[in-house]
């Protein structure tokens, strides 16, 4: 049965700093791992999606990679903004193709 | 522009009063699912729909009810609410299954009185 785990569950940064977060699945056959975005008491924005086959995906600021063999995904954000602020969820799916979200990372990025 | 859309986005209702939250896609997605977010639980799967008259439980599917007679379409039905389906609801779908991306709806806030 996939788990998914992130840490840290919060983490607060100055703006400009460069950071990373981390997520962590038990089930090594996925199929893919997906990053969203969520701002508080609204939807899931899908920021990047990694394949199984895929070790790395990129979008602007954003570098998401994925190591199978250790069971870990890493979101990369560059040049952090106070607009990045928001929590950050990594979900991967299992067998009936549901996804099984990680409890998230909430991120403040201060001025 | 492509998007899931909700309906409603806020609702406030009384236990036992029925009521169906609408989901729409428009880009031709088979798989459609609901989920529902809670403080410390997270989101988890109500159902969801590998195409058109194929649905299938999730992870809690008690109260909760849905039919997919069109493609675009997944409504969630709660036949008899309580208090304890107060809760932040979405809508998601996707292209096939398995290895593609997952797009969400902006969300339903339902409060059980």
């Known amino acids: 049965k996939q788990e998914v785990t992130q840490i840290p569950a919060a983490l607060s940064v100055p703006e400009g700093e460069n950071l990373v977060l981390n997520c962590s699945f038990t089930?090594?056959?996925?199929?893919?791992l997906q990053w969203f975005r969520q701002d508080p008491g609204k939807g899931l924005t899908s920021l990047l999606l990694i394949q199984s086959s895929q070790r790395e995906q990129t979008s602007g600021r954003l570098n998401a990679s994925l190591d199978k063999s250790s069971g870990r995904s890493t979101l990369y954000i560059a040049a952090s903004q106070p607009g990045d602020s928001a929590t950050y969820l990594c979900a991967a799916p299992d067998s009936s193709y549901k996804l099984i979200f990680g409890s998230g990372t909430r991120l403040l990025v201060r001025p | 522009e492509a998007q899931v859309t909700q309906n409603p986005r806020y609702l406030i209702t009384v236990t036992g009063k029925k009521l169906t939250v609408t989901c729409s896609q428009n880009m031709n997605h088979e798989y459609m699912s609901w989920y529902r977010q809670d403080p410390g639980l997270g989101l988890r799967q109500i159902y969801y729909?590998?195409?058109?008259?194929?649905?299938d439980k999730g992870d809690v599917p008690e109260g909760y009810k849905v039919s997919r007679k069109e493609k675009r379409n997944f409504p969630l039905i709660l036949e008899s609410p309580s208090p304890n389906q107060t809760s932040l609801y979405f809508c998601?779908?996707?292209f096939g299954a398995g290895g593609n991306e997952q797009f969400f709806g902006p969300g339903t806030r339902l409060t059980v009185l």
């Open positions: 089930d090594s056959a996925i199929y893919n």
């Open positions: 998601a779908s996707s």
């Open positions: 729909s590998m195409n058109v008259e194929v649905t």
